[in-house]
């Protein structure tokens, strides 16, 4: 069973920072299957990111998605009040089909 | 436009049974692989389940494995989670969500449902 272990799982940064968030995986995975969404307070996830750095239909470009092994990053270059959300990383493998990181709270400082 | 509209929540007793929709539209809902995810309150996104377009692959994750039941009915655009012998841990929000024609990835999740399993 693979897991997904994010860090940190809080981080406090101010609009305009730039933030980045880890997902480390427990073995080696496929680049190809690791996706990150974004979920903002009662709302459904979001895809932000697939294939570990291609960005989703209209995401824009401040937001990038780099790694591969067992080791990825989410990274906003300059982060918009919109940004604060929790961000989980995912992995389709074998079993479970489907495996979430425990989320990264980006937080306003 | 895409859309994924999630029904069939409530509250319901341990032991008890309960069965979530998904009316799906905008898209060609037959060739499409559908999932569920759940969240419990406070936490973390937890995969359920997964059907293939046309029923031929179902998988489940082993938390609920031989309690709840995928299905779909494409003629109708709708997928169903039946879900039997409820417990307290199985309390959640359930969302449906598109597999991004077989990537493996959602790319389109309904607004949730919610599930509390209390006496």
């Known amino acids: 069973e693979i897991v997904l272990t994010q860090s940190p799982g809080i981080l406090s940064l101010s609009p305009g920072e730039r933030a980045t968030l880890s997902c480390r995986a427990s073995?080696?995975?496929?680049?190809?299957?690791l996706v990150w969404y974004q979920q903002k307070p009662g709302q459904a996830p979001r895809l932000l990111i697939y294939?570990?750095?291609s960005r989703a239909t209209g995401i824009p470009d401040r937001f990038s998605g780099s790694g591969s092994g067992t080791d990825f990053t989410l990274t906003i270059s300059r982060l918009e009040p919109g940004d604060f959300a929790v961000y989980y990383c995912q992995h389709y493998g074998s079993s479970p089909l489907y495996s979430f990181g425990q989320g990264t709270k980006l937080e306003i400082k | 436009e895409v859309q994924l509209v999630e029904s069939g929540g409530g509250l319901v007793k341990p032991g008890g049974s309960l069965r979530l929709s998904c009316a799906a539209s905008g898209f060609t809902f037959s060739s499409y692989s559908m999932n569920w995810v759940r969240q419990a309150p406070g936490k973390g996104l937890e995969w359920v389940s997964s059907?293939?377009?046309?029923?031929?692959?179902?998988y489940y994750a082993d938390s609920v494995k031989g309690r709840f039941t995928i299905s779909r009915d494409n003629a109708k655009n709708s997928l169903y989670l039946q879900m039997n012998s409820l417990r307290a841990e199985d309390t959640a929000v359930y969302y449906c969500?598109?597999?991004?024609?077989?990537?493996?990835?959602?790319?389109?999740w309904g607004q949730g449902t919610l599930v509390t399993v209390s006496s």
């Open positions: 073995q080696s995975v496929s680049s190809s299957y």
């Open positions: 294939g570990a750095s």
């Open positions: 969500a598109r597999d991004s024609g077989g990537y493996n990835r959602f790319d389109y």
């Open positions: 059907i293939s377009s046309s029923s031929g692959y179902i």
